[in-house]
């Protein structure tokens, strides 16, 4: 197998490539309702001939590409769902549907593991081993589409070997990878906290207790498991979103909500901190004479490439894209469910630039005027054809 084939077979399946991207892009769905979606990648890997069961953990796909003889399992993975964003890029191809853009790259990674697909379908006698195709629902929303798919039996008859999944990343020119060994996502967890009193007349706080000051120290209070309870070593972000002061002027509300997040590098103090939120909570509240109701959403895990898979890929990587096209990337905090494969099987998460000429005013990722340039699909799924085909060439 040769570098060569691969690139002029991508090179081939282009125009599909971005057909099956813009028309995703058009047509997006939020979580937890990709019916269409889910019908339209069925549609596809029919045409292929790839056998797949349907409805896992929701409208989870797992489709499965056989090699000519026995060998490993490799998985494949994309994300299907869409924000509740109104897109303002101006495209041809933009979302048709009100308030629903793909806003995160869905779009694009369905429609490189689909070109993938063709690629490797069209390689299938020289393969030796087996290639999953995960297309999973609900990475965008707790309790994410990676859990439920994996609770709903998704690898009960295959157990794959090696995980394998990317995504976009605007800021990093199109054509380089970005990969990290180790941790290399926070986990991610969301808050919901109510504060009850007693309101009433701004102008009489004596008469009241005050659920807006109470609510106030809460946010300021709760940055200290921050600063004083985690280790500094330890990479960790609490951050507040929404805080809902439902009064006026002069009118204090008997109740305050506050919602946020928590993001973590460390599993243990992951849940440390989720104690003492609970606990610093209440006992702020109730010494400005309040109650503090804490719910807590557990979300996703961290994301972990395992060392020694991070270390073939990386270099099958190079071997495909070139030296100077793949770099080691930072940590960062935004969260991924991929990381519930993640610690289960050997797994590589890595990203892919899709910064050029084409998209150089474009806003990021969740934003409403983020957009990709096409031309990054050449790397994205040669890389993740070649990273397929190597990782099933290696010894058992």
Request: proline share 5%; aromatic share 8%.
């Amino acid at each position: 197998m040769n570098t060569q084939l691969i690139t002029q077979k991508v090179a081939d399946l282009l125009p599909y490539t971005i057909q099956t991207y813009r028309h995703l892009h058009q047509n997006p769905e939020l979580s937890f309702e990709e019916k269409e979606t889910a019908a339209f990648i069925r549609k596809q890997l029919d045409e292929l001939g790839i056998p797949y069961t349907s409805g896992i953990g929701g409208e989870g796909i797992l489709g499965r590409i056989e090699g000519a003889q026995p060998g490993k399992i490799i998985a494949l993975r994309t994300d299907m769902d869409a924000l509740p964003i109104q897109e303002n890029t101006g495209l041809p191809w933009a979302s048709t549907k009100k308030g629903v853009m793909h806003a995160c790259g869905h779009d694009a990674h369905m429609a490189t593991l689909l070109t993938t697909a063709r690629v490797l379908v069209d390689m299938k006698e020289q393969l030796k081993g087996t290639i999953l195709l995960i297309f999973q629902p609900a990475e965008e929303r707790c309790p994410g589409g990676a859990n439920l798919m994996l609770q709903d039996g998704l690898f009960d008859r295959y157990k794959p070997e090696v995980i394998l999944g990317q995504h976009v990343l605007p800021g990093m020119e199109t054509g380089k990878i970005g990969i990290r060994s180790g941790l290399c996502m926070a986990s991610a967890d969301e808050l919901y906290l109510e504060v009850e009193g007693v309101g009433g007349h701004a102008a009489l706080p004596h008469f009241l207790n005050d659920t807006v000051l109470a609510a106030s120290s809460i946010v300021v209070g709760l940055q200290q498991i921050i600063s004083r309870r985690i280790p500094a070593h330890v990479p960790a972000v609490l951050s507040f979103g929404r805080f809902i002061a439902d009064g006026a002027t002069n009118v204090i509300p008997p109740s305050v909500s506050i919602h946020g997040t928590l993001r973590l590098m460390d599993e243990e103090w992951r849940a440390r901190a989720k104690e003492w939120i609970v606990e610093n909570a209440r006992l702020i509240a109730q010494a400005n004479g309040c109650t503090c109701k804490v719910h807590i959403e557990h979300g996703y895990p961290c994301v972990y490439n395992d060392p020694s898979t991070y270390e073939k890929g990386k270099a099958y990587l190079k071997e495909f894209l070139g030296e100077e096209q793949v770099e080691d990337m930072e940590i960062r905090m935004t969260a991924e469910d991929f990381g519930f494969y993640s610690q289960l099987y050997p797994s590589l998460f890595y990203r892919f630039g899709v910064s050029g000429t084409s998209n150089k005013n474009a806003g990021g990722l969740h934003t409403p005027s983020f957009k990709i340039d096409e031309d990054a699909f050449a790397a994205s799924i040669g890389g993740f054809a070649w990273l397929a085909i190597k990782f099933l060439e290696e010894e058992q």
